[in-house]
């Protein structure tokens, strides 16, 4: 173990809609199982937005960030290496899967572990409460016994791995839940609704996965810039073609008039969700990746039946996906320019304008680097 600094800055959010407040924060050495990290890059993920917005409610004072990536600093008794058994040393970096508790019917008996009721979400937690320092946006992060590493390729640079261990896993996990659907299918014809991180990242999957036509919407410009560039096929910008109907008519212009074969939902809004489900065709399936909010809508339920639908749900991630997201990126990081998707860095005290400028969609993907400041 080196020997650590007694304190650790950390971003820590008092309320919603306050200035992010920088405070420093014991570190404590690490127990049995556990690790000190620290942060090399961290990214601000929608969930931060919605947290800083207060539209989902965290354990307050919150200790901001969970998409970090950091290099072992102290290692507690027992730990020697990640989970895909690799050893652990001082120095390596690494990213960490959320703490399932392992022990409550969603982690023993269902194997959904993303459904943990017990979980001790990072970025999430209160920096007041015991180990105090489990956020991202911080010099160093403390790693609970329960996260489950996972050793960083070195052909994946620090903020490109940062934005997948919330965005890229959870698509992982999605095309995973896919596959108990007969997969993605042979040149099938996808919609990808939103351009956001999960989004691109949803759509790069697909192109890998065998998509035949990929359809992108979503908005601003410079994120449908970076779908074309990426290989959609076709693109549709919000802020161009704001009727619903002409998109969904578009859509199905482009697909034989039937629809598509596959549609994720990446966006968010409620509204997505109902736009997708008239996008599929009949028979078809979609993939419900990005709700995020409680806004209730119509939509008529035979639409399920008799089109023989499929509706397929993810939520989060466990470490599996987080191992297989950091492969993806070694092994695409020449098909895909993922580097591309961050769009400016922070340092620690500029959270708060972090925050500000992806809820404005400035932003695709802002990093925060500690070591800047």
Not at 256 to 266: F, S
Request: proline share 6%.
């Amino acid at each position: 173990m080196t020997d650590l600094p007694k304190t650790s800055r950390a971003a820590v959010l008092n309320a919603p809609r306050q200035q992010v407040e920088i405070r420093e924060i014991e570190i404590l050495s690490p127990g049995p199982g556990a690790m000190v990290a620290k942060v090399e890059a961290a990214t601000v993920c929608g969930t931060d937005v919605h947290i800083w917005q207060g539209d989902v409610q965290p354990e307050w004072p919150v200790g901001m960030g969970h998409e970090m990536v950091g290099r072992v600093a102290a290692l507690g008794e027992g730990v020697v290496r990640d989970s895909a058994d690799q050893p652990l040393s001082i120095g390596d970096r690494i990213i960490w899967a959320y703490p399932w508790c392992g022990k409550c019917y969603f982690c023993t008996i269902a194997r959904q572990p993303s459904l943990c009721p017990n979980a001790k979400m990072n970025g999430w937690r209160s920096a007041e409460k015991h180990p105090f320092l489990c956020g991202g946006f911080a010099d160093y992060c403390y790693i609970l016994p329960q996260c489950r590493p996972v050793k960083v390729p070195d052909e994946v640079e620090s903020t490109i791995a940062s934005s997948a261990t919330c965005a890229l896993r959870t698509v992982v996990h999605g095309f995973e839940r896919l596959h108990a659907y007969g997969g993605i299918g042979v040149q099938p014809s996808v919609v990808v609704l939103g351009s956001g991180p999960v989004g691109l990242y949803a759509l790069a999957m697909a192109i890998v996965s065998g998509a035949g036509l990929t359809i992108n919407i979503g908005a601003p410009e410079q994120r449908i810039k970076l779908a074309r560039k990426w290989g959609a096929t076709h693109t549709i910008n919000l802020d161009d073609v704001k009727d619903s109907r002409e998109r969904i008519e578009m859509v199905k212009k482009w697909t034989g008039g039937r629809g598509a074969d596959l549609v994720i939902e990446a966006a968010g809004p409620a509204a997505a969700f109902q736009d997708g489900i008239e996008m599929v065709r009949r028979g078809g399936r979609m993939l419900v990746i990005g709700q995020t909010g409680g806004k209730p809508i119509e939509f008529s339920p035979r639409r399920i039946n008799s089109g023989m639908l499929d509706i397929i749900g993810v939520i989060s991630a466990h470490v599996e996906h987080f191992y297989k997201a950091m492969q993806f990126l070694k092994n695409n990081r020449d098909r895909f320019s993922f580097g591309d998707m961050i769009s400016n860095s922070y340092p620690l005290t500029g959270v708060t304008a972090a925050l500000e400028s992806m809820a404005a969609l400035r932003e695709i993907k802002p990093a925060i680097i500690p070591a800047l400041g």
